[in-house]
């Protein structure tokens, strides 16, 4: 097991799996911590009982996208959010 700064939120329910905030440290990326991360998260899916795993992923992160491409992840749907200043 790697020991790299990362984030990541995690569901399980109706046979999926998703994560969510994925991230490592900037100084592990480009080393193979992804990989190692997603193989883990994809036995916890398995664990769960997952068919299907799913990611949602920032727009623009041109990075990720291509990792997870190269995975076999496709583009499912887009999302945005949305801001209101409090005064």
Known sequence: HLA????VRAV?????????????????RRQG??????????DW???????RIYLQVVAGNT????LYERLG???LYSYHYRERVLS
């Open 4 to 7: 790299v700064p990362t984030r």
């Open 12 to 28: 399980a329910e109706r046979g999926g799996a998703g994560f969510v905030g994925i991230s490592n440290a900037e100084n592990y």
């Open 33 to 42: 911590a992804a990989l190692h991360l997603l193989a883990a998260l994809t």
């Open 45 to 51: 899916s398995r664990e769960q009982s997952a068919t």
């Open 63 to 66: 990075p990720a996208f291509t």
């Open 73 to 75: 992840f496709s583009k």
